[in-house]
C-alpha cells in the first residue's frame, strides 16, 4: 500500500515537473478522451482558454473559434482517436486569432492503448504553444546572454526572420545607417562578423528555446 502511494507521488511529482517546463518553453498540454472530450489541461491552457484567444472549450470539446481552424482541429482529434495502426502519428496544426500576428501551433498525437483497451479509440494529447510567448522567451535568453539593447534584440529578432536592412530600418523607424550600426554593435557583443553568422546564432536560439 505504501509502495502504491509513493508511486502516485512520484508520478504527480513528474507531471507537475513536465507542466513547469512546458510552461517555460510557452507550451500548455491538454489530453482529450476517446469520446473527445476534454480530460486534463494544465495550468498554462487554461490561462489561454481565459483570455479567449482562438481556443475555447464547449460542450467539453476543445474548439478554434475560426471555421477552417476548427474543421481542421476536428478532423485531426478524429483521426488520432481512431487511429489504427501502431505508429504513433503526429499532426500539427495552427489556430490563428485576431489579436495577435503570431498563431497557437498545435501538437495532436494519440496516446497508444493496448488492443483490449482501444475498442473505443485513443486518447489524444494535444501540446499548444503560444508563439507569442515562445518569440519572447528565446529572445529573453539571447538578449540576456549577449547583453544586447531592447533595439538592438529587435535587429536581431527581424535579422533572423530573414528581412533585409532596409526592411529593418522601416520597421524600426530608423535611417538604415542607424540599422548598420546596430549591426555593428552586435556583431562585437555576439563574437561574430557576418550576417549569416548573426542569424545562425540566433537560429540556434530559436531551436533550442
Not at 6 to 27: D, I, V, Y
Not at 92 to 113: E, F, Q
Amino acid at each position: 500500500m505504501l509502495g502504491m502511494h509513493l508511486n502516485a507521488n512520484q508520478q504527480l511529482w513528474q507531471a507537475k515537473l513536465l507542466e513547469q517546463g512546458l510552461e517555460q518553453l510557452g507550451q500548455a498540454m491538454l489530453i482529450v478522451s476517446c469520446r473527445g472530450e476534454v480530460v486534463f489541461s494544465t495550468k498554462a491552457t487554461e490561462a489561454i482558454l481565459a483570455a479567449d484567444r482562438g481556443l475555447r472549450i464547449e460542450g467539453g470539446k476543445l474548439i478554434a473559434d475560426l471555421v477552417p481552424d476548427n474543421q481542421r482541429l476536428q478532423h485531426a482529434v478524429e483521426s488520432a482517436i481512431t487511429e489504427k495502426s501502431a505508429s504513433s502519428n503526429v499532426l500539427n496544426l495552427y489556430v490563428h486569432r485576431n489579436d495577435y500576428i503570431r498563431p497557437l501551433s498545435l501538437t495532436i498525437s494519440k496516446m497508444a492503448k493496448s488492443e483490449a483497451e482501444r475498442r473505443r479509440g485513443h486518447h489524444v494529447l494535444i501540446l499548444i504553444k503560444d508563439l507569442n510567448l515562445n518569440q519572447e522567451f528565446w529572445a529573453d535568453r539571447l538578449r540576456e546572454e549577449y547583453r544586447l539593447s531592447p533595439r538592438e534584440m529587435q535587429c536581431v529578432s527581424l535579422l533572423s526572420e530573414g528581412r533585409e536592412l532596409k526592411d529593418v530600418a522601416e520597421l524600426m523607424s530608423i535611417g538604415i545607417e542607424t540599422v548598420r550600426q546596430y549591426v555593428k554593435n552586435i556583431y562585437k557583443k555576439m563574437g561574430v562578423h557576418k550576417q549569416h553568422e548573426l542569424v545562425s546564432l540566433a537560429l540556434e536560439y530559436r531551436r533550442n528555446r
